[in-house]
């Protein structure tokens, strides 16, 4: 697969480490009353769809960015890729 | 011996004469002839034996696509069963051999096969062999094991060597026939990047076997011209020899490059294959048809082979078949290959053409409307017998028969995304579907454009519109007046009858297999092709799915389509594994990465043991020492009586800075790190955000704003990437930075009792590494041996007085130099990894063995670490009920009750007088070493609620060695559990 | 018709003409006491125990495309019980005893061929997890061997011994471990639950679950409504997207897997062996195929088809393992779609919505888990109690902190 | 002036270099290297300072420049890799951290790799069987990490077509050199 990273244009996705679904991001606030249950769901359920799928990859072998890929599952075709630290500040992640 | 069918033409080189061997006997041949073309020219046409049967066969093709003519090619280790002669390449000295038979490939007495026949029909073996139980394992697998597969490997190591490389373009174009070479010629002059590659040693595909001339030329002559001006294109690369293989996601293929194939062997240092990954922004198939064969009672014999082929073999390589040649057509192909043939100077002894409108011609008998029925001739075709339309059947002699059923345009690759072809009902044909791979564009046979004025005009006019996609501007080349005839078909897949007619000839599947396999339900083609093997062979159907397709079709009362589509997997032909490896085999598997001491310790004699990707010193052995055991408790004595010296540079170092680096580290680690105070040093507990444990380290504190931390060797990739992930994603906001440090200093452990007064030797002066003013768990820059900065660290694995310091690592070399002869006057000893392990089990350091991801702080007795006033990564999970219960593992110490006595790491712990069976499985001992300060064997492990049960008598049982040992529960800290000799 | 050799014979003299379908193709019925759906081999596997050990039930098994499509025809045909922990290792340990009298049992040979799994170590450390797991076997009552350097070399003498980057060190023998030919898996279980009544539905896919006040009623489906008292999701691979029609979130990811097959080779290779320093598993099929195989692509899929780099990692581990197969020619590479869940490990479980029950997160070890998969699966659908050998694999593992994560990788699917 | 040695990264005393075919392949020690992070809201402090320490503003992504005694490297956002000559900026880290100030974080870098430089016409037929980067395309200041027989890797193209840089990990220079000498062999 190619990546399109969004500093260094097209790469072979071997250069990439795959976490998984980009809702990693929002991790849960740990004094929250239910942060046990918010934890568990934001850690082991996911939505798993067949089709477009927003998912987090590492450029290990690159620059070192996480980037936040969107990608169809069935076609595997790339619509979409951002890095992360910009998608987990419009999100208002923060300090 | 003469080459008694070599007739004239074609492009071989008869000035030059090869030598060859196939199965012991020798012949010649000329270069640019394939293994078949001179064995057919050599008046050989049985080559090889079926996969089932074992049924008598020779070539039915002249290209990649062939099932029959499958043979053994070079002896000893470079050995390679199963190639195809068809495309294999003479050279001088070249031996193959036929294969799947036993005695003689003339007489081979696994034909034994074709006789029970009637026994061995579709899926035979699902309904038998089950009775009795014991038997199918012991009598009946290893029977049809043996009987079963093709080629034999040599069991030796592959000799050669492979390379892999990676290519770029605007445009790949996928063979270079008619289509490809225009495609290319258009896009080579627009200036665009373009490889052209094709499997074939020849550029030019079926221009090189057609007789036809495009404006004046020879098809062989416009392909050399067109192929001349490409190579002389500074952006187009040429690539002869090369199949591409697959096409895979976003526009990447993968191509097969034989580069030293058709040679006895490959040059010193170069590989005999090349596996391409080619980046590509366009693709262009260009891959065209391949004949299909009619099925008909023994139509499998050797002489009987596809129309194309015939020519190709007449025209190309100047190879007859045999002297007397019947026609079986059910198209105006098969009228071509009789005019060719008879240009040749062969003789045609009827053209069977099973349509009742047949072309007439003056030159050769046409039976028009009539089939073959059957035919003779068991090691090579003597006769056909041909049904006539008034019913009556007639014998023609010959000894070879041309079948043209009809092309079916190579899709292969357009369906390896899992696009499906749709069904073209002019061409009786699946032509490339909708679905095609990212870029990818076909032209034309492949797309169905049948005639090569049609497959130029639609090779140039794809390549212009891929360009345009590009931006590029290219314009449509002058085109040559060649054959456009219109392709003119009355579809035909089989001939009814009784006997067997095959479908798949390598794997013996029949019409009669197919429509068994209707008749008990196995009528989706998934189905067909597992139930009845079809297309499962190495030539995975080219040439007959789309007949078993047919037949189906015809059972079910459905159109081809409605009952199913051909689908192709990679690679388009098979690929050696050795190819897809490419260097990385062997010793080279992987990269080794050697430490800042290795060129020392391998003068010392050192034992290396491979830990990750890095080699490390295991131990040191000394004259003397007969037994790893002796050098270790040496090394572990000296240590602890005096000083010892260890390399720890594989440790992952990671530079922390930033404002907010602290609040950083607060957050990655279980315990707080807020308040480590400058020049100070903290153990740290990192968990996975489910709470088990990930990692451990020690992290120093430089300045306000800057820390080094300190990961295992193992998992120093994954640390890094985990703290990027957490500083990216989780807290952009955070002003932190953070780099990889482990290779920049070389890093040793100082330890012991003396290690403070060898240091002190090292430090330059200016530093006071005193106890009051460099204690434990202190840090800091320093300088050594006379003004070099370096970093010394506080820190202990061994439980020793105990110092890790670190330097430039150009200079580590020379740093253990300098600390072994500095040290002398001590016994400084230098240890490896074995006593590392034994000195930190003994101190009672969880390590890789304890830290095995279902470890929780909990577990690893370190549950009061996890702060809870602070958010950390894992420390809400860590609450849950599952790891919090009573009866949780605990990591604690073991001893032998009998010091005598011995036991091993991976022991199962069970209650003194309980059963030894799973329900009583009290947990297992991690880690295990002969303690030599201690004089016995001692252990770490697992054990339920074992904090409490300290002084209880356990069995350690190891039912895998009949071993078993009475253990007593005790602390883990075997050495100086207060740690009096850290802080001294 | 009972399939025996003597059948075989008789058939053979009368031309085939006897030999009725395999199975029946009938159409749906309006309602059933349980629908499975899914008609892979768990799905096929949990039909045809219901029918066999359970209930007079009327069931049926509904099946998107043709049965036996998906990962039972796709794997990699490895049957064994060497598992570590006490949540797993008593389940596969019951599925290699039904394996092992799987055939008489349904009238269908299925290739059962016990020829021995091996692991193999490169390290002291991975030598110390071999013998804690063979420990494990061994006080389950399972059969484990462990093997030193020389014992491997017995065994395997083309192993790379010589110039090896990770040298073997030894190995853990499974000798009951082996092979089975998939296909015939799900030929038999469906075969056999034919005969025993079983609608097998071909071509019907569920596109929805008809659910009224938390309770399942039946299944939409592209051939129309079909009522059940019970229905089964036994669909691995595409867990995700159909529990999703009933609105579940799971932890489960999809990812593929590629397999590879090698041309027909005379026999070379005894057994399953598995490298340990690399990706990289092989066997050789009845038809002399290499079967072999290594890590997953690693990213959300369900394409059913991988790319190059996993390709050649496979190869490269199977290169430096044993160079002599470098002149093999790989013939056929494809993939299959995963349930790769969060701990490694399986669930076969109710679901919090009535009278609709899960089998899922297979992960890549689901084919040897078949007969007790669907064992299990019939005995929760059936008493609506867990099978004794399945009582940890539960939903709620997760959340309770229970879980059983056999490699250690946490909740990273793709790591397991 | 302190006592110890260097050793290169191959192992020895000095530098090694090969020449296979028309292929050079040059083991660089005299190279200084540290990594510079620009820290949190310092932006407009850091390009003045850097500014003023390189006389030039730093690269752009995926690009390498000389400025001066000074080499500029791109290695991911907001951070650079710099280089100088190792006679002169063995302490590369304090020279750097001393013009930057709190506006980056500045680590040494020197001895974490080990570089090779090859050059000759054939330089690209040597990378095109060694790595994915397109370095047929590569110009002259074109730098990128990847992947090199499971190495992870910096490419930097000096001179299109004739002469690139090659920067891995210290501990891999044995393999690194075996696989650019084996490539080099294998392109005949």
Redesign the interface.
């Known amino acids: 697969?190619?990546i399109n990273h969004p500093?260094?244009?097209?790469?072979?996705?071997?250069?990439f480490?795959?976490?998984?679904?980009a809702s990693?991001?929002e991790?849960?606030d740990?004094?929250a009353a239910d942060?046990?249950?918010q934890?568990?769901d934001y850690?082991?359920?996911?939505?798993?769809?067949?089709g477009l799928?927003r998912?987090?990859w590492?450029h290990?072998?690159?620059?070192?960015?996480?980037l936040v890929v969107t990608?169809n599952?069935?076609?595997?075709?790339?619509t979409s890729v951002e890095?992360?630290?910009d998608?987990?500040?419009a999100k208002g992640?923060?300090? | 011996m003469s080459q008694i069918n070599r007739i004239a033409g074609g492009l071989i080189d008869r000035q030059k004469t090869l030598e060859f061997q196939f199965d012991g006997k020798t012949y010649q041949g000329h270069p640019g002839d394939t293994l078949a073309s001179a064995l057919l020219a050599n008046g050989v046409r049985l080559m090889g034996r079926s996969f089932k049967y074992h049924r008598p066969r020779g070539p039915l093709t002249a290209g990649s696509e062939e099932p029959n003519a499958i043979v053994a090619l070079r002896a000893g280790a470079r050995q390679e069963p199963n190639a195809r002669a068809t495309v294999a390449e003479l050279y001088d000295g070249l031996t193959a051999r036929s294969q799947n038979h036993i005695g003689r490939l003339s007489f081979d007495l696994l034909a034994v096969n074709d006789l029970l026949s009637p026994f061995f029909a579709a899926g035979f073996y699902y309904k038998t062999f089950m009775w009795p139980k014991a038997f199918w394992e012991k009598l009946y697998e290893p029977i049809i094991r043996r009987a079963a597969g093709l080629g034999s490997l040599s069991g030796q190591p592959d000799p050669d060597l492979y390379d892999k490389g990676f290519l770029h373009c605007d445009l790949l174009i996928i063979g270079a026939g008619p289509a490809g070479l225009a495609a290319a010629l258009t896009a080579g002059r627009s200036g665009a990047d373009v490889i052209l590659a094709d499997e074939d040693f020849v550029l030019g595909g079926r221009l090189n076997s057609e007789t036809y001339r495009l404006d004046e030329a020879t098809g062989a002559d416009w392909a050399r011209a067109a192929v001349a001006e490409l190579a002389s294109l500074p952006n187009v690369r040429l690539m002869a020899r090369t199949t591409v293989l697959g096409a895979f996601d976003h526009g990447i293929y993968g191509a097969l490059e034989r580069v030293a194939d058709h040679l006895p062997s490959p040059a010193a240092g170069t590989p005999r294959q090349i596996l391409w990954r080619i980046y590509t922004k366009r693709s262009l198939l260009c891959a065209g048809a391949i004949e299909r064969p009619i099925a008909f009672e023994n139509n499998d014999r050797p002489g009987i082979m596809l129309g194309s082929a015939l020519r190709s073999y007449a025209n190309r390589w100047g190879a007859a078949v045999g002297q007397e040649v019947a026609i079986f057509t059910n198209n105006d192909e098969g009228h071509s290959t009789a005019r060719d043939l008879l240009a040749k100077g062969l003789r045609i002894a009827a053209v069977i053409d099973s349509r009742a409108d047949a072309p007439k011609s003056t030159a050769y008998e046409v039976l028009a409307g009539a089939v073959v029925t059957n035919t003779a001739g068991r090691l090579g075709l003597r006769s056909v017998t041909v049904g006539l339309p008034n019913g009556q059947s007639r014998r023609i002699d010959c000894q070879a028969l041309g079948v043209s059923g009809g092309w079916n345009p190579n899709v292969h690759l357009t369906c390896h995304q899992r696009g499906r072809p749709s069904w073209d009902a002019g061409l009786a044909a699946f032509v490339p579907g909708a679905n095609l791979p990212m870029g990818m564009s076909v032209a034309g046979a492949a797309m169905g454009q049948m005639s090569t004025t049609a497959a130029l005009a639609s090779g140039a006019a794809a390549a212009v519109a891929c360009l345009a996609d590009l931006g590029v501007s290219a314009s449509l080349p002058k085109l040559p007046a060649t054959e456009d005839s219109p392709l003119r078909l009355t579809p035909l897949f089989h001939v009814p009858g009784k006997g067997r007619a095959w479908l798949d000839q390598q794997n013996d599947v029949t019409v009669k297999d197919v429509k068994l396999a209707h008749q008990e339900g196995y009528i989706s083609v998934e189905h067909l092709k597992r139930y009845t093997t079809l297309g499962m062979a190495t030539d995975q159907g080219k040439t007959s799915n789309i007949g078993g397709l047919a037949v189906m079709a015809e059972m079910t009362g459905k159109s081809i389509p409605e009952t199913g589509t051909t689908m192709f997997r990679p690679p388009y032909t098979p690929v050696s594994i050795a190819a897809f490896a490419g260097r990385a085999s062997g010793v080279d598997f992987r990269p080794t990465r050697l430490t800042p001491s290795h060129h020392w310790a391998a003068e010392q004699g050192a034992v290396f043991v491979e830990v990750g990707m890095w080699l490390r010193a295991q131990w040191f052995p000394r004259a003397g020492e007969t037994t790893w055991r002796q050098s270790v408790d040496r090394e572990v004595l000296a240590t602890r009586k005096s000083v010892g010296i260890c390399d720890v540079t594989t440790l992952g170092k990671i530079d922390v800075q930033g404002t907010d680096a602290a609040e950083f580290l607060n957050r990655i680690y279980a315990n707080a790190f807020g308040k480590l105070g400058v020049g100070k040093v903290r153990y740290g507990l990192m968990l996975r955000e489910d709470g088990i444990a990930m990692d451990d380290g020690t992290t120093a504190r430089l300045a306000e704003d800057h820390f080094v931390t300190t990961t295992t060797t193992a998992n120093a990739v994954g640390v890094y990437r985990h703290l990027e992930f957490c500083r990216q994603c989780l807290w952009p906001d955070l002003d932190v930075q953070i780099i990889s440090t482990t290779e920049a200093w070389a890093q040793y452990s100082i330890a012991g009792p003396n290690a403070r007064k060898l240091l002190e030797k090292i430090v330059d002066p200016a530093f006071d590494i005193s106890n009051a003013a460099f204690p434990y768990m202190g840090c800091g820059e320093i300088t050594v041996c006379g003004g070099l900065r370096a970093r010394l660290f506080r820190i202990s694995f061994s439980g020793e007085l105990a110092f890790e310091l670190a330097v430039p690592t150009r200079y580590g070399d020379a740093l253990m130099r300098r600390l072994v002869e500095d040290g002398r006057e001590y016994d400084a000893t230098v240890y490896g990894t074995e006593a590392l392990g034994v000195m930190r089990i003994e101190k009672g350091h969880a390590a890789g063995n304890e830290l095995n991801g279902t470890s929780t702080a909990l577990n690893l007795g370190m549950g009061g670490m996890v702060s809870k006033k602070k958010d950390a990564i894992g420390s809400t999970l860590s609450e849950r009920e599952g790891l919090n219960q009573p009866d949780a593992l605990r990591l604690v110490g073991f001893r032998p009750v009998d010091p005598q006595h011995n036991f091993a790491a991976g022991s199962h712990l069970i209650g003194k007088d309980a059963e030894a069976n799973a329900a009583n499985d009290q947990g297992y001992l991690t880690s295990v070493a002969f303690s030599p300060s201690l004089g016995h064997s001692i252990g770490l492990g697992y054990l339920k609620n074992g904090a409490a049960r300290t002084g209880e008598i356990l069995r350690a049982v190891n039912p895998v060695q009949n071993a078993e040992t009475l253990v007593e529960v005790v602390s883990a800290h075997f050495i100086d559990p207060e740690g009096e000799r850290l802080r001294a | 018709m009972r399939y025996s050799g003597f059948q075989v014979l008789k058939q053979a003299l009368s031309g085939h003409k006897g030999w009725g379908r395999a199975w029946r193709d009938p159409e749906p019925q309006s309602q059933y006491d349980i629908v499975i759906v899914g008609g892979g081999g768990h799905g096929l596997a949990t039909a045809y125990y219901l029918a066999r050990s359970f209930a007079k039930a009327r069931v049926a098994v509904i099946e998107k495309g043709w049965i036996g499509g998906g990962n039972v025809g796709r794997n990699t045909t490895i049957i064994r019980s060497n598992y570590l922990l006490d949540g797993n290792e008593p389940f596969y340990e019951y599925s290699m005893k039904l394996w092992e009298g799987l055939e008489q049992d349904f009238n269908f040979n299925a290739m059962v061929s016990q020829r021995g799994v091996l692991n193999l170590c490169h390290t002291d450390a991975q030598r110390d997890a071999f013998r804690r797991r063979a420990n494990g076997m061994r006080l389950n009552g399972v059969d484990a061997e462990l093997l030193d350097a020389e014992g491997v070399r017995k065994m395997a003498p083309f192993l790379n011994f010589d110039s090896a980057r990770f040298p073997i060190k030894g190995g853990l023998l499974q000798p009951r471990g082996g092979t089975v030919r998939h296909d015939a898996v799900a030929w038999g279980y469906a075969r056999g639950a034919d005969s025993r009544g079983v609608d097998i539905i071909q071509n019907c896919e569920v596109v929805g679950f008809r659910i009224e006040n938390g309770i399942c009623l039946g299944v939409e489906t592209t051939r129309g409504y079909i009522a059940a008292a019970k229905v089964g999701v036994a669909v691995a691979g595409s867990s995700g997207a159909v529990m999703a029609k009933a609105g579940m979130r799971l932890p489960i990811e999809s990812h593929v897997l590629q397999a590879f097959v090698s041309e027909g080779l005379k026999p070379i290779i005894p057994g399953v062996i598995t490298y340990g320093a690399g990706h990289f598993y092989v066997s050789q099929s009845d038809k002399g195929g290499l079967v072999f195989g290594g890590d997953i692509d690693g990213y959300n899929s369900y394409a059913q088809r991988g790319n190059l780099p996993v390709v050649e990692d496979v190869c490269e581990g199977g290169m430096s393992l044993m160079p002599m197969i470098g002149r093999a020619k790989l013939l056929r590479m494809w993939g299959g779609i995963m349930d790769m869940s969060m701990d490694g490990s399986p669930i076969i479980d109710k679901t919090d919505i009535g009278g609709l029950y899960f089998n899922g997160g297979w992960c890549y070890g689901g084919f040897k888990a078949t007969p007790a998969s669907g064992m299990c699966f019939a005995h929760l659908l059936a008493t609506d109690t867990p099978h004794p050998t399945a009582t940890a694999y539960r939903f709620d593992r997760f959340r309770k902190g229970l879980m059983i994560d056999e490699k250690g990788m946490g909740a990273q699917p793709n790591l397991h | 002036m302190h006592s110890l040695a260097a050793l290169t990264p191959l192992g020895g005393p000095l530098p090694k270099t090969e020449k296979i075919g028309t292929l050079t392949i040059s083991e660089i020690t005299n190279c200084a290297l540290a990594s510079v992070t620009l820290r949190r809201g310092k932006d407009q402090a850091f390009a003045v300072a850097a500014e003023t320490l390189f006389a030039t503003a730093l690269p752009a992504p995926g690009v390498w420049q000389q400025a001066g005694v000074y080499g500029l490297i791109w290695m991911g956002p907001d951070q650079w890799f710099i280089e100088a000559p190792f006679a002169s900026h063995e302490d590369i880290a304090q020279i750097l951290k001393a013009g930057l100030g709190d506006s980056a974080s500045v680590t040494e870098q020197t001895d974490g790799w080990v570089r090779f430089d090859v050059q000759g016409a054939r330089v690209v037929d040597l990378l095109e069987r060694l790595c994915p980067a397109p370095s047929r395309r590569m110009q002259t200041g074109a730098a990128t990490r990847t992947l090199l027989e499971h190495m992870g890797c910096l490419v930097i193209c000096r001179e299109t077509a004739q002469h690139f840089s090659l920067l891995a990990p210290r501990s891999y220079a044995k393999s690194l050199a075996h696989a650019l000498t084996a490539a080099a062999r294998s392109i005949g």
Do not use: C
Not at chain 1, 43 to 50: E, K
């Open positions: 697969m190619i500093l260094l244009g097209p790469r072979d996705s071997q250069e480490t795959y976490l998984g679904d990693l991001i991790r849960p740990w004094q942060a046990v249950d934890f568990y850690l082991y359920l996911r939505d798993n769809p067949a799928h998912e987090l590492y290990e072998q690159g620059d070192r960015s996480w990608r599952t069935l076609t595997h075709d790339i890095l992360a630290r998608v987990a500040k992640r923060s300090t």
